[in-house]
């Protein structure tokens, strides 16, 4: 079973849960700290390992209308104050190959958007850099052709690579989660990350942007970290109604401390019997 560190934090199946947390959309470096510091806060009391998670540039927006976000030069900005003021690991997503090794140059993990999963000339560009890299698997794949995705990226020989279940399509604008997807990826001996908030997207839903039930978010990282996965990812902001993008699947900010304290019980008897393929 691989395990790796990413700077303060040990990533692995079989390692105490990580979470990946922050809002989707990078608003400030003001905003971003008080978010980043919150969740540190939270991690640290429950003893969860904690990435920062922002995103300068939200490049597939349901409508032309949708805010993108700070873009590449104020984003990775906003991500190195966050790290140099918290010292916690900070991961972004990146889009095209050549945004690949300015971005790893600031940012510890790399995140490889679902749509993108396949690009092999955007996998082998973040491979490449040597940073660690979570790539969310497709809402049009099957979790068994996840090892062919993996593959390309470690095939630069970066095999600090992490597995990322976000749903699966499901008619119109509906996702559908299968745990099972979770041990599946977890056998290629890569560590397993849940979205737990983009699993509860419903994407497109609202016509010129994605709907979500943020209220059953919870559970969904309930279930996937029973399994017994390295981490969870939850989007969080304080107020979502009015975040500027995935506000309706987002967990409130103020609820973070219960849900983590919550999914460490969870982990901790997961890993205490752990279940293998």
Not at 146 to 151: G, I, S, T
Not at 194 to 207: C, E, F, K, L, N
Not at 230 to 252: C, K, L, Q, R, Y
């Amino acid at each position: 079973m691989q395990s790796f560190d990413i700077g303060n934090v040990t990533v692995g199946n079989d390692r105490p849960l990580v979470v990946i947390a922050g809002p989707c959309q990078l608003e400030s470096s003001e905003h971003a700290l008080m978010i980043a510091t919150e969740m540190a806060q939270v991690c640290a009391a429950v003893g969860a390992g904690f990435i920062f998670k922002g995103s300068f540039d939200k490049a597939n927006r349901t409508s032309l209308s949708g805010k993108r976000g700070l873009g590449i030069d104020a984003g990775l900005q906003v991500m190195a104050d966050v790290k140099s003021k918290l010292g916690c690991p900070v991961i972004t997503d990146v889009h095209l190959p050549d945004q690949c090794a300015p971005v790893a140059e600031v940012v510890d993990v790399l995140q490889i958007p679902a749509f993108l999963c396949r690009q092999t000339d955007l996998l082998l560009a973040a491979g490449n850099t040597g940073a660690a890299i979570n790539v969310k698997k497709g809402q049009f794949l099957s979790p068994w052709e996840m090892p062919n995705v993996l593959e390309k990226v470690s095939s630069t020989g970066n095999t600090r690579v992490m597995a990322c279940e976000r749903g699966t399509s499901f008619g119109y604008n509906t996702l559908v989660a299968d745990m099972r997807s979770l041990p599946q990826m977890a056998a290629t001996g890569h560590p397993v990350i849940m979205d737990a908030t983009h699993s509860v997207q419903q994407p497109g839903g609202q016509g010129g942007s994605s709907g979500g039930q943020r209220e059953f978010a919870p559970l969904m990282a309930r279930c996937a970290v029973s399994t017994g996965i390295a981490g969870v990812f939850i989007e969080t902001h304080e107020d979502p109604d009015n975040a500027p993008s995935d506000g309706p699947n987002m967990i409130p900010l103020s609820r973070m401390s219960a849900v983590l304290e919550s999914l460490m019980a969870f982990d901790r008897l997961a890993k205490s019997d752990p279940f293998r393929l």
